[in-house]
């Protein structure tokens, strides 16, 4: 190992599937995310739940947040998915401090409240972290909820946050589960990295390791490993670290392809769900289809007494005819379906094709589908959303803010009259994205006309976007194919 490490002038393995805080890598929506859960849970109460695919970073992520929390935080960490009504019970109250009897869970409980309501007196927040919930008994679910009710006459003496597989969404789904769900304030998952985080996640791994020099990892090697996990960062390390041995051995010291080729063809991975050449289109509708973006741990800037927003009527830039609605929700204007027309051309009439648009009608239906309401701003920004995806090329680009599945319109006014305060309105654009009966919400920010001048524009952000949101590049193309 110390050849292995000297090789690559190493002080450490990057790659290891042991989560470390130091290796906590902030973009793909990770470091927004960790930055909401840490608000959530020091401002808010209820239920957080965090969900994504096996080795998707989610231990990672919660080792970070417990590192993260100040030290007026007493963390609570349980990883054993198997306990039962009692069990889970006497592990927390163990974990406080205090030694219940074993035996009926009643006096246990009792126990518990009275050190929660002393450590509450001493100025203390208690929140427990429990890793792969997916795989309780629904008695022991059924438990954290009621844990969810001890309180004071003021405030919730716990805050819990669970970790788990998008088999808890599932769970959770369950009419016997419906009380838990219902106090789940913030969702989040976590979704897969696309190629372009791959090849970043590699690059911050090595340095984080200690590595100096230039990108170890060609291009076409990252995206191979991009390919083969799946985005998946557990695999990512396991197929880096083979791919690194493969170098070594061979005295190289670039990943070339051939190099991954290898690692892939000694590792033993099981096949993956969904063909990840389909998820950059989607990766952001994967995000918070159980979770987030981070909309909903985002709260702190929808904090504060929200002014009546100015008036501002939606605006259409196209010649519309009506088009029914796909959803049971009214919309609040009519639904825009462009009459397209053919470009000038200087060719004869009848050689003049028409452009194909850009949203097709199905598309636009879905789209409309989504009610504002009363709610003046959202109504405006629908519009201009709707306009601009009508028009914007499909090299262009905007800037991911948050995907999130809290798509309440009266929540995203909210939002919309903070933005005004940081950056210019008419920049903001909203995108309902129809899963099934319910929407999810995605926010981007402005147009460009390509990623480098997306990047530049993220850098002259305000400092509150930069350190709040991923600011990720979206190409229009991308952005308008969850529609």
């Not at 070339?256 to 063809?265: C, D, L, N």
């Not at 741990?297 to 009527?313: K, Q, T």
């Amino acid at each position: 190992m110390a050849l292995y490490l000297e090789h690559f002038g190493l002080k450490e393995a990057p790659f290891r599937i042991t989560p470390h805080p130091d290796f906590f890598f902030d973009g793909a929506d990770r470091g927004a995310t960790l930055e909401a859960l840490v608000y959530a849970v020091l401002h808010d109460e209820g239920i957080v739940k965090v969900s994504g695919e096996i080795g998707s970073g989610k231990t990672m992520l919660c080792r970070v947040l417990m590192e993260r929390l100040p030290r007026e935080v007493e963390t609570v960490f349980l990883a054993n998915p198997s306990y039962s009504r009692a069990e889970i019970l006497l592990a927390i109250a163990q974990e406080l401090g205090i030694a219940p009897a074993a035996g009926s869970a009643g006096p246990a409980l009792r126990e518990l409240q009275e050190q929660l309501i002393r450590l509450h007196a001493g100025g203390k927040r208690v929140v427990i972290l429990i890793d792969e919930a997916h795989a309780m008994p629904e008695e022991t679910l059924e438990q954290v909820r009621l844990l969810s009710n001890l309180e004071t006459s003021r405030s919730k003496l716990l805050q819990m946050v669970l970790f788990g597989q998008p088999e808890l969404d599932e769970a959770l789904a369950k009419p016997s589960m419906r009380q838990l769900k219902d106090r789940i304030t913030h969702s989040f998952r976590m979704r897969p990295l696309s190629v372009d985080e791959v090849s970043k996640y590699l690059s911050f791994r090595m340095r984080a390791a200690g590595y100096r020099g230039p990108d170890l990892f060609e291009a076409d090697a990252a995206a191979a490993i991009a390919r083969a996990s799946g985005g998946l960062t557990r695999r990512i390390n396991v197929l880096a670290d083979k791919a690194l041995l493969a170098a070594f051995s061979g005295g190289e010291h670039a990943i070339s392809p051939a190099h991954v080729r290898a690692a892939i063809a000694d590792s033993d991975l099981s096949p993956l769900g969904r063909s990840p050449r389909h998820r950059p289109a989607l990766s952001s509708v994967a995000l918070l289809a159980g979770g987030a973006l981070i909309g909903a741990g985002l709260l702190w800037l929808f904090l504060g007494r929200v002014p009546e927003p100015a008036a501002s009527a939606p605006t259409a830039r196209a010649a519309v005819t009506p088009a029914p609605a796909a959803s049971p929700q009214p919309p609040p204007a009519p639904v825009a379906e462009p009459v397209l027309e053919a470009a000038p051309s200087a060719q004869p009439a009848e050689e003049a094709k028409p452009r194909e648009p850009l949203l097709q009608r199905d598309q636009l239906r879905r789209f409309a589908g989504y009610s504002a309401g009363a709610n003046r701003l959202l109504r405006a920004r629908l519009a201009e959303t709707r306009d601009k995806l009508l028009e914007a090329p499909d090299e262009s680009y905007g800037l991911e803010l948050f995907m999130t599945e809290n798509a309440d319109a009266a929540r995203m006014e909210r939002f919309l009259v903070r933005a005004q305060e940081l950056v210019p309105l008419e920049e903001v654009y909203v995108i309902p994205i129809a899963t099934g009966k319910r929407y999810l919400m995605h926010v981007v920010y402005g147009a460009f006309a390509d990623r480098a001048a997306a990047l530049e524009a993220a850098r002259r952000l305000p400092p509150r976007y930069q350190k709040a949101f991923g600011l990720e590049p979206r190409s229009f193309a991308e952005l308008r194919a969850p529609l």
